[in-house]
Nanobody
Framework: VQLQASGGGLVQAGGSLRLSCAAS????????IAWFRQAPGKERKFIAA???????VYADSLKGRFTISRDNAKNTVYLQMNSLKPEDTAVYYC??????????????WGQGTQVTVSS
């Protein structure tokens, strides 16, 4: 499966963005998809994941502000981000193949989309 993340940009603190992860491949609906983010000089961190029956898991620190969802008809997974803070600034990646928080266990990655939150 090939993934392409989009929807990033510059937003003021308190604002919202919705990221999209578009996937190619006929078996998209059977894949679990996750979102990670990586700030400069820091490790890639887990945000949320959604499996093939739309069960979700979130990083505790982001639960309530971020929402993951999927539309299998469009081969797309979304990440709705609300009440954004400057510390949310990072490159956001989608990945396929697991719902674990360990990025090393994912085989497929999108190219990343930059999110910058200004104060």
């Amino acid at each position: 499966v090939q993934l392409q993340a989009s929807g990033g940009g510059l937003v003021q603190a308190g604002g919202s963005l919705r990221l999209s992860c578009a996937a190619s491949g006929r078996t998209f609906s059977s894949f679990a998809i996750a979102w990670f983010r990586q700030a400069p000089g820091k490790e890639r961190k887990f945000i949320a994941a959604i499996n093939w029956v739309s069960s979700t898991v979130y990083a505790d620190s982001l639960k309530g502000r971020f929402t993951i969802s999927r539309d299998n008809a469009k081969n797309t997974v979304y990440l709705q981000m609300n009440s954004l803070k400057p510390e949310d600034t990072a490159v956001y990646y989608c990945a396929a193949g697991s719902t674990t928080s360990d990025p090393g266990l994912y085989n497929y990655w999108g190219q990343g989309t930059q999110v910058t939150v200004s104060s």
